[in-house]
């Protein structure tokens, strides 16, 4: 007999970090150059057989990246038990804001047991020059323990490998 877990996963950052291209890189194999912003929120399944007898699928919510400034992000936070906070290593200002970004998550949603939901932090777009990030790459691991966070990644949704190592 097979179990089945449904896990609702956050994916949130600032407009134009590359959220929905990791999400279409990662469920479809797929990467787009056009940009279209997500307006609201948008869903996307991403079913892993596990083993034999495990199914897991992961319910990837791709949040838009202005709406940290609306109302919105509690309801759309709610029963999620992970989060990926993107930000852009072209552009500083995506990563001065990741503190906010996990600042409305710990304040809008905490697991079952009380504690925060766990967060991975995605430094996008590596396969592009970097502004002025490369001192910062190094110091993510300090980081990501200050700020409450599992770890982090660099990706790439535009380089496949970079992405699902």
Not at 89 to 102: G, L
Not at 121 to 138: C, E, F, M, V, Y
């Amino acid at each position: 007999m097979q179990q089945e877990h449904l896990f609702k996963v956050l994916v949130i950052g600032d407009l134009g970090v590359g959220k929905t291209s990791i999400i279409k890189r990662y469920v479809h194999q797929i990467f787009s150059q056009h940009y279209r912003a997500t307006i609201g929120v948008d869903f996307a399944l991403k079913v892993l057989n596990w083993d034999n007898h495990i199914v897991i699928r992961l319910q990837l919510w791709d949040i838009a990246g202005q709406e940290r400034y609306g109302n919105m992000t509690r309801v759309y936070y709610r029963e999620a038990v992970g989060a990926l906070i993107v930000f852009d290593v072209t552009r500083a200002s995506t990563f001065d804001a990741v503190p906010k970004w996990k600042d409305d998550l710990d304040t809008k949603v905490t697991l079952s047991n009380g504690k925060h939901v766990p967060a991975v932090l995605l430094a996008n777009k590596s396969d592009q020059s970097r502004d002025g990030l490369s001192t910062q790459i190094p110091k993510l691991d300090t980081f990501c323990k200050e700020n409450g966070f599992v770890g982090w990644f660099e990706t790439s949704a535009k380089d496949p490998e970079q992405l699902l190592r």
